[in-house]
């Protein structure tokens, strides 16, 4: 008897609100960016492609001019281990350009960054921050 009149005040208390849904954020598994900037009076262009568990760079025009094919493959080998794309920033810095990508890897689950920089037609990538963190561990 005790039992059911439990069950009816636990009923009569008013209507219960529902919890909040669980939502997953979960960047995109495939696509294709494409980005224009104008630095100065040089126009920036650059496409960025995720496919298959892999992110990579198909085309860079800045104030070097066009990237080469074999810039374009070492910037991609640098983004070897990025499965997932989440954030990409791009900013003019005098006469430098500076593309930086933000992204998962699924085999460590953790985030890796791939910043690469254009200075008078040189590529260069900064260190990835992520990286540099695991090394002080």
Request: hydrophobic share 40%; charged share 20%; glycine share 8%.
């Amino acid at each position: 008897m005790s039992l059911i009149i439990l069950l009816g005040f636990l009923g009569v208390t008013g209507p219960q609100t529902p919890p909040a849904p669980l939502i997953h954020y979960l960047p995109a598994q495939s696509g294709e960016t494409q980005s224009r900037f104008v630095c100065g009076e040089q126009e920036v262009l650059f496409r960025v492609r995720v496919d298959d568990d892999r992110v990579s760079i198909l085309s860079y025009s800045g104030a070097a001019g066009q990237a080469s094919a074999e810039q374009l493959a070492r910037w991609n080998t640098w983004l070897a281990p990025m499965r997932r794309m989440v954030a990409q920033r791009f900013v003019c810095r005098g006469n430098s350009e500076n593309l930086e990508i933000q992204g998962t890897r699924t085999q460590i689950d953790g985030p890796v960054s791939v910043s690469a920089f254009w200075h008078e037609g040189q590529l260069a990538r900064y260190p990835d921050p992520y990286e540099m963190q695991v090394g002080r561990e």
